[in-house]
């Protein structure tokens, strides 16, 4: 009797694929991450969007007489223009090994290493638009007490407390846990930290540990000489503000910090103004020209309505701008991150499909992955693309908070 050897298919590796980029997934992993449908079919092209509905917001009336208001959804648009793959060679001898051989030789390492590409790009993308800023003991690593701040700024945006996360380093981590080691914790807790290292559960967040925490380099600005005019440099909903006083040639980074005096937070629901000032994040590079530039920040300020988001206590010509939130000019700092899973969301859509080849196309938990070979006749070798396409952005940053060291 002859032996029949089988051979792995293209569907059973991208199973296999997925499940293990999934699982070293980190950041991603713990964000909401939505499938686009849409494309389950036809496929979709790098490039591409979507329309992501935001949260309706209402006033409230006070007296007897009704005063209706129309239901106005607002969206924002987030673009699939992420692509990112793997591309490796392997013959068919290899296809003819069990799958734990194949996972254990080629897609492991693969899929780690797209794993923290992934996480990475998404991280870049999304963390300048955080605007909550904990800098209790800035410039050495977070304790006890730098966690329950960054709580409470995420409960002053009214985040749920269910599904909260911090992501630490790993000497963040270790600095945390010999924090709060002397402190009661539930035995499974405690069990974990001795014998693993982790923090598992603690101030309502549940910890990872992950090197792919960002760091986050401040620009060459100055702290003492700009301002903003409250009066005509903030505009209701405009995402821009107007700074005066700053030296043309100086920079400040995606992701820099700063508050206003007189711009205060409000709550998100009755409007009261909060006793600290509203914080933001420049979300764009700017290289300074002249004495006086523009800055897109997050949160955009909206100062009435059913949106409204700061208060403005008293309009002044020259209010001055605050820096030092974020630390010394042109310094690295690291970035862990504390957040809501809804703070953030991760989309992903069905790439389209080749008309020739081998290949497979799944999708787990939300990530859809696409796998192509083709053999290459003339250099008997057989080339794998694996690639994933998706789109990521902060939606709620409110629900979110940035904890220096």
């Known amino acids: 009797m002859s032996n029949t050897i089988k051979t792995l298919q293209a569907g059973?590796?991208?199973?296999?694929?997925?499940?293990?980029?999934?699982?070293?997934?980190?950041?991603?992993?713990?964000?909401?991450?939505?499938?686009?449908?849409?494309?389950?079919?036809?496929?979709?092209?790098?490039?591409?969007?979507?329309e992501i509905r935001e949260p309706n917001q209402f006033t409230v009336r006070t007296g007897a007489v009704m005063d209706?208001?129309?239901?106005?959804?607002s969206t924002t648009q987030l673009v699939v223009a992420t692509q990112k793959g793997i591309d490796i060679n392997f013959s068919s001898v290899e296809l003819t090994l069990s799958m734990?051989?194949?996972?254990?030789?080629?897609?492991?390492?693969?899929?780690?290493?797209?794993?923290?590409?992934?996480?990475?790009?998404?991280?870049?993308?999304?963390?300048?638009?955080i605007y909550n800023f904990e800098n209790t003991t800035l410039g050495t690593k977070p304790v006890l007490a730098d966690i329950l701040a960054a709580?409470?700024?995420?409960?002053?945006?009214?985040?749920?407390?269910?599904?909260r996360v911090i992501m630490l380093d790993s000497l963040a981590a270790n600095s945390v846990i010999t924090d709060g080691k002397s402190l009661f914790h539930a035995s499974s807790e405690i069990e974990r930290q001795y014998s693993e290292g982790q923090i598992g559960r603690m101030g309502g967040f549940t910890f990872y540990e992950s090197e792919m925490t960002p760091t986050?380099?401040?620009?060459?600005?100055?702290?003492?000489?700009?301002?903003?005019?409250?009066?005509?440099?903030?505009?209701?909903g405009d995402a821009t503000i107007t700074m005066s006083g700053v030296i043309s040639g100086e920079t400040y980074m995606a992701g820099d910090i700063f508050t206003i005096a007189g711009v205060y937070a409000v709550n998100p629901e009755t409007k009261a103004r909060y006793g600290h000032l509203q914080q933001f994040s420049v979300t764009e590079t700017v290289t300074v020209s002249g004495t006086s530039d523009t800055f897109e920040v997050s949160p955009i300020p909206i100062t009435s309505g059913a949106k409204q988001n700061v208060e403005i206590v008293t309009g002044s010509a020259t209010a001055s701008v605050t820096n030092l939130a974020h630390g010394a000019a042109s310094t690295s700092y690291i970035n862990s991150l504390a957040y809501h899973k809804d703070a953030f969301t991760m989309v992903t859509a069905d790439l389209e499909m080749p008309d020739s080849g081998w290949y497979a196309r799944k999708v787990i938990d939300g990530i859809s992955m696409r796998i192509w070979r083709q053999g290459d006749i003339v250099n008997d070798k057989h080339p794998c693309r694996i690639d994933v396409l998706f789109g990521y952005k902060a939606i709620r940053p409110e629900w979110a908070c940035r904890i220096c060291s």
Request: aromatic letters at 6%.
């Open 12 to 50: 059973d590796i991208t199973r296999k694929a997925l499940a293990i980029l999934h699982n070293k997934l980190v950041f991603c992993k713990t964000i909401n991450r939505e499938y686009d449908g849409r494309f389950a079919v036809s496929g979709a092209k790098n490039g591409g969007y979507l």
């Open 100 to 129: 734990d051989d194949f996972a254990s030789r080629i897609l492991e390492p693969a899929m780690s290493r797209l794993a923290a590409d992934v996480d990475a790009t998404v991280i870049a993308g999304c963390y300048p638009y």
């Open 68 to 73: 209706t208001q129309d239901v106005t959804e």
């Open 151 to 163: 709580r409470a700024l995420i409960s002053k945006g009214l985040a749920p407390t269910s599904d």
């Open 216 to 236: 986050h380099t401040t620009g060459s600005r100055t702290d003492t000489t700009p301002t903003v005019s409250t009066t005509v440099g903030i505009t209701s």
